[in-house]
């Protein structure tokens, strides 16, 4: 069992702070999304893994091995980057072979290599194409199994889905999530799109600003988000802002019981978070307050229900299969915030939101 | 992938190999006598006047590379603008042969080119005036301004033209209000390398200038039997100012890296 | 043509080169253009195949009696020199190594250049756009300084004591066995190696500038993949960035190599007279002392094929080894 420990990384860009105090267990074998928008950090967090970029402080351990000053031609880490970088003056089986053309390997042995892993992202026979000639879809799968070729001890993605079209881009996270299943090898995968870090992923990282917000498998990052950033970017959250009274919380002149809220002073700001589908139109008991639909929007497979209430706007999402009575805009309805579905947060300086 | 320290020696390395004999040629300006010592003997700053004032030899020739230049490299971009601005509306047929023709005297060697003018100008009765040389300068160096005036033309957005149609704007009016303005730094770099370029050549000009005036440069090569002396080195001096201000003036007003053919999408 | 006219051209429907003011304006910068860049050179190709007048110049005729002693000597059918081809060869020779040699060292230059900050570029272009500008004649008076016995770098060597060292170890006898030598002290004047080492210095920022826009473009994730896959530096420049710079790096040396076909200056002052170019002899023919402007014109004609040939030789050597 070799995890990838990441041990009090800093990495300084001139004045910039691309990336700090990141301590993290890459677990041996299982796939870790790091997940965040654009600028948080991710990507220079994976390139300092693959060998890249040298941290400006911290270690990086591979087992008992520190790999922190290992170039990254030594360290054998497969990495699929967003581009691609497939050589467009090299065959697709030259691509795959080009590790071990480098190593060494015979020529033979190359091409079965090529062939087998060819089979293995599902393009038998492709070997003799010029790159120019292949889809974006099947760069992809070259890309990857160019990255598998050498055995790679960890196998890096670098927002790997992004150069690809919406459908297509769903079928591969599937693909390539049952591929890292079946192979069994520690995979770190960058993304901005949180759909395809839960569909992926063992562990998610959400990151921001240069650190990591939360880290923890996706069902909890999605129910028990740590902050409200970290519940805004993961899924769909109402907001509303308040203050701790004596165990429960004020939003203008309504008072909300969170039984499952931390404790906070009498008087602390908060912020607190519901999510969509938590909320109940027509719901009866604690934490009742009025509304009147203002939007109504079905797109098919959900409904939102936008309202607007005494404490600001607040949308409600219904799938599909659920049964409601009739709405019209205009209509003013209740509605309920259960109380063991709302999230409170300490309310976080403007400038980090 | 970052540069290492072997990266940074080697461009220092070279740099220094490059500057090395601008930098002799210079020192070679302050030598008190007449010939070319380094390190100078007597450091006088005496050439300098020598070149600038005293002598109507280097004065006249000077002012002959002046005219030319400027005269030159204005044609030049006149000759450039049409044809950049065609070759950029439509890439029809004339329009690349009007391109190809613009990039000929550059592709073949300085020294036909400038044998042919000659016997061009001596046949139409040109030879020896300095509107020859201007016109044969225009020719040679239209293609440096044609290169930056497309490279210029091609970062406008179509979408801006169709725009300003829509707000009524007649293609004479979104030339001189979208086209114009966004072209103007390019025209200027044009003229400026077409400007610098001139200034220094020396076997065209000598073809048809047929000795009966003399550039800096013609001057300098026509002494040579005699040897260098330190008032052409006061030359030379003047002539890198000329070139370092120039260029620093087209990085500080345009994008040099995009101007000799960067990728803008990198850093 | 009155301003409203070319409004109303301007403003007319459909692209403006179906106009009849632009397209009488590009049909007049046709005829310019033919004139200025075109006609020069059939001037040279009608007056290689003219009559040479002694002692008044030349007439228009048709005889090939310049390319007759471009190929097989001024006096031949009683003999036959080779003269003129031993020009076109030096000519060649000079030039080839000094292209390739400016090549090969504009390359890892230019790589380096282009990983540079933008600022970084900007700075080392224009020290380079002035270097690449300055008169040959320039830059042949510094090389003539930097090469000369009294205060060049014959005269460090000595002051260093290179000089006796090397005669010391038996070296210097090389340096003298191969002209870069005087009985006592090193001369670097007149050399074919002081002519290669000028040709190439003045063309090598021409080198840089035309490697930079391929090597500028080069994706940086190519190179990043090819190190995560095992590859050293030089092997990343092998295997990776070689090949895919290949054409540019190519088509670079070719064009450097034409230019410097025609170079004057450099050939004159610092190659021995037995070893002067076809350019100097046109110089000759043409302006210099022997006077026969149709030679010169064959002459002209000679070099202006040899280098198209050169050209088109290196187009089909590469598009050959692409396929």
Request: glycine share 8%; hydrophobic share 50%; charged share 15%.
């Amino acid at each position: 069992m070799v995890d990838l420990v990441l041990k009090g990384i800093r990495k300084d860009f001139g004045a910039t702070r691309a990336v700090d105090r990141i301590n993290l267990t890459f677990p041996h074998g299982k796939l870790t999304a790091l997940l965040g928008p654009s600028g948080c950090g991710k990507t220079t967090l994976l390139r300092m893994i693959a060998g890249l970029e040298d941290p400006t402080h911290g270690r990086i351990l591979l087992g008992d091995e520190d790999i922190t000053a290992l170039p990254a031609h030594r360290r054998r880490f497969g990495m699929v980057f967003q581009s691609f970088a497939l050589f467009p003056h090299l065959t697709v089986a030259d691509n795959i072979a080009y590790a071990l053309a480098i190593e060494g390997v015979d020529k033979a042995k190359r091409r079965a290599r090529a062939e087998e892993l060819l089979e293995l992202v599902q393009l038998p026979g492709y070997g003799a194409r010029r790159i120019g000639e292949l889809s974006g879809g099947q760069r992809q799968r070259v890309a990857i199994a160019r990255a598998l070729a050498q055995e790679p001890r960890v196998f890096l993605l670098d927002e790997p889905m992004s150069a690809l079209d919406a459908k297509l881009r769903e079928d591969m996270q599937v693909e390539l999530r049952l591929l890292q299943q079946r192979l069994k090898i520690t995979t770190v995968v960058v993304t901005h799109d949180q759909r395809e870090a839960m569909t992926m992923a063992d562990q998610i990282v959400v990151m921001s600003h240069g650190h990591a917000e939360q880290v923890g498998p996706p069902q909890q990052i999605y129910s028990r988000p740590a902050n409200a950033f970290v519940a805004s970017f993961i899924g769909k959250a109402n907001f509303l802002s308040g203050e701790a009274t004596g165990g429960r919380f004020r939003v203008g002149e309504f008072t909300f019981e969170a039984p499952r809220a931390p404790s906070f002073l009498t008087g602390s700001k908060v912020t607190l978070a519901i999510r969509p589908e938590n909320a109940v139109i027509g719901g009866k008991g604690p934490n009742a307050l009025p509304a009147r639909i203002t939007f109504i929007r079905d797109v098919g497979s959900t409904r939102d229900i936008y309202l607007s209430t005494p404490v600001g706007e607040i949308v409600v999402e219904y799938g599909a299969g659920e049964s409601l009575p009739p709405m019209h805009v205009g209509e003013d309805v209740p509605l309920q915030l259960p109380p063991e579905t709302l999230h409170v947060f300490a309310r976080e300086p403007e400038a980090a939101a | 992938m970052r540069l290492r320290w072997w990266g940074h020696g080697f461009m220092w390395l070279a740099g220094l190999v490059l500057l090395m004999p601008i930098l002799v040629v210079s020192a070679a300006a302050l030598n008190g006598g007449r010939s070319m010592l380094f390190p100078p003997e007597d450091p006088t700053l005496a050439r300098f006047g020598e070149f600038f004032v005293s002598e109507p030899v280097w004065r006249e020739a000077l002012w002959n590379s002046v005219v030319i230049a400027l005269s030159s490299a204005a044609l030049a971009v006149l000759l450039a603008w049409p044809a950049a601005y065609f070759i950029w509306k439509s890439s029809d047929r004339l329009s690349r042969v009007i391109a190809g023709l613009m990039a000929m005297p550059f592709a073949v060697p300085p020294i036909v080119f400038g044998v042919g003018l000659g016997f061009m100008w001596a046949f139409t009765g040109g030879l020896g005036t300095i509107w020859a040389g201007i016109l044969s300068h225009a020719a040679l160096f239209a293609a440096l301004p044609l290169v930056t005036i497309s490279i210029g033309l091609q970062g406008i957005d179509r979408a801006h033209l169709d725009a300003a149609a829509t707000m009524g704007a007649t293609e004479g009016i979104a030339f001189r209000t979208i086209v114009l303005p966004q072209t103007i730094p390019y025209t200027i770099s044009g003229f400026f390398f077409a400007m610098v370029l001139s200034f220094n050549e020396f076997i065209v000009i000598f073809f048809v200038s047929s000795s009966s005036y003399a550039t800096v440069t013609l001057q300098i090569f026509n002494s040579l039997r005699n040897g260098f002396t330190p008032t052409m080195a006061v030359g030379a001096i003047a002539f890198i100012l000329v070139s370092v201000a120039a260029f620093s003036l087209v990085a500080r007003f345009g994008d040099l890296p995009r101007l000799m053919g960067a990728d803008q999408t990198r850093r | 043509m009155s301003a409203s006219a070319a409004e109303e051209a301007a403003s007319a429907p459909g692209p403006a080169h179906t106009d009849a003011s632009g397209a009488a304006l590009r049909l007049g910068l046709l005829a310019v253009l033919l004139v200025l860049c075109l006609v020069p050179f059939l001037f040279v190709l009608a007056i290689s195949f003219g009559h040479k007048i002694e002692g008044a110049g030349w007439e228009f005729g048709f005889e090939f009696t310049h390319y007759a002693r471009f190929f097989f000597g001024a006096a031949w059918p009683e003999s036959f020199s080779q003269l003129y081809w031993q020009r076109l060869g030096y000519s060649v020779y000079f030039a080839a190594i000094a292209a390739v040699l400016a090549v090969a060292l504009a390359f890892p230059f230019t790589y380096f250049l282009t990983r540079l900050s933008r600022l970084g570029q900007t700075i080392w272009l224009v020290i380079l756009l002035s270097s690449l500008s300055l008169s040959e004649v320039f830059i042949v008076m510094g090389w003539d300084i930097l090469l000369s016995a009294r205060s060049g770098l014959p005269a460090l060597l000595d002051a260093l004591g290179i000089t006796d060292w090397t005669k010391e170890i038996g070296w210097f006898r090389w340096f003298r066995d191969v002209g870069l030598a005087s009985p006592r002290n090193f001369k670097f004047k007149t050399s074919g190696f002081a002519t290669v080492l000028t040709m190439a210095y003045l063309v090598w920022p021409y080198a840089v500038i035309l490697l930079y826009p391929a090597l500028s473009r080069l994706d940086p994730s190519l190179i990043e993949a090819a190190r995560t896959m095992g590859a050293r530096p030089l092997t990343v420049t092998r295997t990776v960035i070689l090949p895919l710079v290949r054409l540019p790096l190519v088509g670079s040396s070719l064009l450097l190599f034409v230019f410097l076909l025609g170079t004057y200056v450099t050939v004159t002052v610092f190659a021995d007279p037995s070893q002067h170019t076809l350019a100097v002899s046109i110089y000759d023919s043409v302006r210099g002392s022997t006077l026969n402007a149709p030679f010169g014109a064959a002459q002209s004609v000679i070099l202006l094929v040899a280098a198209g040939g050169f050209l088109l030789a290196g187009r089909r050597l590469s598009a050959a080894a692409a396929s």
